[in-house]
């Protein structure tokens, strides 16, 4: 199975911060790779697929980039509706779906 | 509305078995299939298996082969998840999920609400 790699596992940020996190394929995925944003006692809520597009309704501080291996989520403009947990999913090899570890986004 | 709502919190000894129900509304239930994602408390995210709603085919985790079933009901537009054999470490929220996009590649853009398992002595 490819395994999902990400970093850092938890972050500290204030408000207005831009925020950064990465996430590594132990193969290359091309570009099947989502993120996703977990709050305690929720589901997780899509934000973004196929690496960059923007799921309707998220705010366009949100994008990702990359493609192949590496892969990055970057939220420009941290808000206090953002901290959260992030995670990364591949989805290359469909439907054997791997997820990473995830980031803890909380405040500083 | 697209919707899939699950069942009800569970409470199992160790050994036994618990299905976890998944109704999906708002969609062609037929014409997608569904994971099974779970959740221990304070950890990541698991995947346990998918199902085609079509035509029953299943693929499941490493993890799980040889105790976990997972089936669906066309005429219900329900799926049902079961594990055999729980251990203390199956307690977890156990969400189903879906993937309605038309775009490339399969990503979760509908997910139920969660059910929590406790397995416990």
């Known amino acids: 199975d490819i395994q999902m790699t990400q970093s850092p596992s938890s972050l500290s940020a204030s408000v207005g911060d831009r925020v950064t996190i990465t996430c590594r394929a132990s193969?290359?995925?091309?570009?099947?790779l989502n993120w996703y944003q977990q709050k305690p006692g929720k589901a997780p809520k899509l934000l973004i697929y196929?690496?960059?597009i923007l799921q309707s309704g998220v705010p366009s501080r949100f994008s990702g980039s990359g493609s192949g291996t590496d892969f990055t989520l970057t939220i420009s403009s941290l808000q206090p509706e953002d901290f959260a947990t992030y995670y990364c999913q591949q989805s290359y090899s469909t439907p054997r779906i791997t997820f990473g570890g995830g980031t803890n986004v909380d405040i500083k | 509305q697209f919707q899939l709502v699950q069942s009800g919190a569970e409470v199992k000894k160790p050994g036994a078995s618990v299905t976890v129900s998944c109704k999906a509304s708002g969609y062609s239930f037929m014409y997608y299939g569904l994971s099974w994602v779970r959740q221990a408390p304070g950890q990541g995210l698991e995947w346990m298996g998918w199902i085609s709603a079509y035509d029953g085919k299943t693929n499941y985790a490493q993890n799980f082969q040889g105790r976990v079933t997972m089936t669906a009901d066309t005429s219900s537009s329900t799926a049902n998840m079961e594990l055999r054999s729980l251990r203390s470490d199956d307690t977890a929220v156990y969400y189903c999920a879906t993937s309605l996009g038309t775009s490339e590649g399969y990503y979760f853009d509908l997910w139920g609400q969660g059910t929590l398992v406790t397995v416990s002595s």
């Open positions: 196929t690496a960059s």
């Open positions: 193969q290359s995925i091309n570009n099947f």
